[in-house]
């Protein structure tokens, strides 16, 4: 009977040390849920407590707490026992993401992981060592441009670990002004569509060159949060909400580069231009043409005798761009349904690099990366109104992706400009329309 108590400890210690295997059964960094920061302006923000005017506020009067740090989610998930991938989780939206290295930095003695986000040409890259992930986001297309990163396993709240109970409930449509201020010289119109349970807060902002994709966030208090990551965006949203007014007031920032202020109220009628109304071609019912190299290099032109007697659609997009992948991809889900012998589909990809080199390769990883089986073409550097200059027939480019309608005989029909995802309630209406197009298309043709 004196070894019994032996026995029991050593059954008790056997049971832990199967308990601790299994919870550790990874090689690398550890599978679950983690919570990032981005520091987009750690130093030029200074806090601001009692909510006074101040330059740096934009002019706004509240405290703007989250001071430039815009947090987001993750979860890592291994697939067998040395592979992982990452999952960034923004609202209803999850993004896997398989490319990824890890290895032993030699310099620092530390592990060293990079996340690439093969199809924006951007990455994550940083230390890691015991449940911390410390570096920075850095994209290629921007000159010199890298915001600090950190990461902490084991914690899944977004922005605060315990909000204060809310003073509204934000779910519904609010009209939207952005700017003037900051960044911004010019105001221009959005419309907020929200969904609040209890403090957590998701949705998205339309505007009429696009919409912002899905947001993540939370109320508490007087005080509203979101933000999104997914490798190309990283916003930041925060406001102060006047309960009584059913208004708001606040802040909007996009990487380290770009800020400016935005106010809303509640109204649910509010709507925006048409966008078959914002681009216009120059001489309608003139058939028109354009020459760009593929992802090969070689010339190709709407009249070549390979897309004679069909009817086209023309994607103006880029690679660097959300809105445009969210597009694509649409084409993509509509085609694998539909079969049009006599429609072609053709994009033209605006890119950040001016080297046609780099950009040729960014828009062959793209086509490859989507298994885009149609023709891929560089129109030229992203700026807009070099990209009105190489496509003349067009009054402007006002947005990344506009969708051109064109008839056998190489006639505008329509313009689509920007484009409402899966993030907005405009997203299903969309795609009404476009079976609706495409039917006219082809019967009139």
């Not at 040395?82 to 620092?108: P, Y």
């Not at 986001?137 to 204060?164: C, D, L, Q």
């Not at 969708?403 to 009404?432: C, M, W, Y």
Request: one cysteine or more.
């Amino acid at each position: 009977m004196k070894f019994a108590p032996i026995l029991l400890a050593a059954m008790i210690l056997l049971t832990l040390t199967t308990c601790l295997r299994m919870e550790n059964a990874y090689t690398k960094i550890p599978p679950g849920v983690w919570r990032a920061v981005l520091q987009l302006d750690p130093s030029a923000v200074s806090p601001n407590p009692k909510g006074e005017y101040r330059e740096d506020k934009l002019g706004l009067t509240f405290d703007e707490v989250t001071n430039g740090e815009l947090p987001f989610n993750f979860e890592v998930e291994y697939t067998d026992d040395t592979t992982f991938q990452v999952v960034f989780l923004n609202g209803e939206e999850r993004i896997v993401v398989k490319d990824i290295s890890f290895g032993r930095s030699k310099s620092r003695a530390k592990d060293s992981i990079r996340i690439n986000f093969p199809i924006y040409d951007t990455y994550i890259v940083g230390l890691y060592e015991e449940g911390l992930i410390e570096g920075e986001y850095v994209v290629n297309y921007r000159e010199n441009y890298s915001i600090p990163f950190i990461a902490h396993f084991g914690e899944n709240h977004r922005f605060t670990k315990i909000p204060k109970a809310p003073a509204l409930n934000l779910s519904g449509i609010w009209e939207v002004t952005f700017g003037p201020g900051g960044d911004e010289s010019a105001a221009f119109a959005g419309i907020g569509e929200f969904v609040q349970k209890d403090n957590q807060l998701s949705g998205t902002f339309r505007t009429e060159t696009g919409d912002y994709r899905y947001l993540e966030g939370e109320v508490s208090g007087t005080k509203a949060y979101l933000s999104v990551f997914d490798g190309a965006h990283a916003f930041l949203f925060e406001a102060q909400i006047d309960a009584d007014a059913e208004t708001m007031i606040g802040s909007f920032r996009s990487g380290k580069h770009y800020r400016t202020i935005w106010q809303a109220r509640r109204n649910s009628e509010v709507t925006l231009k048409s966008p078959y109304e914002l681009t216009k071609v120059i001489d309608a019912g003139d058939p028109i043409d354009f020459t760009f190299p593929n992802t090969n290099g070689e010339a190709v032109s709407l009249s070549d005798e390979a897309f004679a007697g069909k009817a086209k659609l023309i994607q103006i997009m880029g690679t660097w761009c959300p809105n445009c992948k969210d597009e694509t991809q649409f084409l993509l889900d509509y085609f694998a349904k539909n079969t049009h012998p006599d429609l072609q589909v053709i994009s033209i990809g605006f890119e950040r690099y001016r080297e046609e080199e780099r950009a040729l390769a960014a828009l062959r990883r793209y086509q490859e990366r989507n298994e885009i089986p149609y023709p891929v073409l560089w129109g030229g550097y992203y700026d807009k109104e070099e990209a009105s200059r190489a496509l003349p027939m067009l009054n402007k480019i006002i947005s990344y992706p506009t969708l051109l309608f064109i008839d056998k005989e190489n006639r505008v029909r329509k313009i689509h400009t920007g484009f409402d995802g899966p993030a907005t309630s405009r997203f299903k209406a969309f795609q009404e329309e476009f079976e609706q197009s495409i039917q006219q298309l082809l019967s009139e043709s």
